[in-house]
């Protein structure tokens, strides 16, 4: 069974800082592998996702996440937060084939004071 | 398009009471997700429908939780007797149809539980 482990449970920047949240899998096979968001009081909500080709993907409102095959891993980065970034924000994994489901870390808190 | 939708948003309910929560996933999709997200925690999968088969309800405490998915549309999800550990926010989500794995899943704004 594949896993998550993000490594920052509560993160807290300044405007205008730059932001990497870490995020490393456990699974021997092909991977899909996502970032979702939780604005406060809102649904999750995608903001990227990998599946094959370029291995940094770009995502909506200026993230981006590299996969790493050979260290597991999917960072999210943004090189400037905003106030409005503020949210919890998970990585996910599935498996790329058949009847897969998506198995979330455990999140990361973000506060970006203004 | 309208999204996922769950209600009730929120409920209080006494430890040993029974309580359900309904999801109207995102119509055309195939699959069906209930999740479970405590407090400080991930969301953790307790079960997932293709149409209205159970493709896995690995982690779904099965003495007191149970999920429905009548005519591959709509689904509910019960526990009898709830107890003080199922506190917790209950998502729903939907995707298509899987054949080559997940593409993306699509989640409802979940259903406060409070057991007390």
């Known amino acids: 069974a594949q896993s998550v482990s993000q490594h920052n449970h509560h993160v807290i920047l300044s405007e205008a800082a730059s932001l990497e949240l870490g995020c490393n899998y456990s699974y021997g096979g092909t991977v899909n592998l996502f970032w979702y968001v939780q604005y406060p009081g809102q649904h999750l909500q995608l903001l990227l996702k990998?599946?094959?080709?370029?291995?940094l993907v770009k995502g909506i409102k200026g993230f981006e996440a590299e996969f790493i095959k050979s260290k597991f891993s999917f960072n999210l980065r943004k090189p400037s937060v905003q106030w409005s970034d503020t949210a919890e924000y998970f990585c996910a994994v599935s498996r790329n084939s058949g009847y897969s489901t998506l198995t979330f870390g455990k999140g990361t808190m973000l506060l970006v004071s203004p | 398009e309208a999204g996922v939708a769950q209600s009730p948003r929120y409920k209080i309910i006494e430890k040993r009471q029974s309580v359900a929560f309904w999801c109207n996933p995102i119509s055309g999709h195939a699959t069906l997700y209930w999740y479970q997200q405590i407090l400080g925690q991930g969301p953790k999968l307790l079960i997932q429908f293709q149409n209205n088969g159970v493709v896995d309800d690995s982690q779904l405490p099965k003495d007191r939780f149970s999920a429905e998915r009548l005519k591959g549309v709509d689904s509910t999800l019960k526990i009898q007797p709830a107890k003080l550990e199922d506190s917790a926010v209950y998502l729903c989500a939907s995707s298509p149809a899987l054949t080559a794995g997940l593409t993306e899943a699509f989640f409802g704004q979940g259903t406060r539980l409070t057991v007390v």
């Open positions: 990998y599946f094959s080709g370029d291995p």
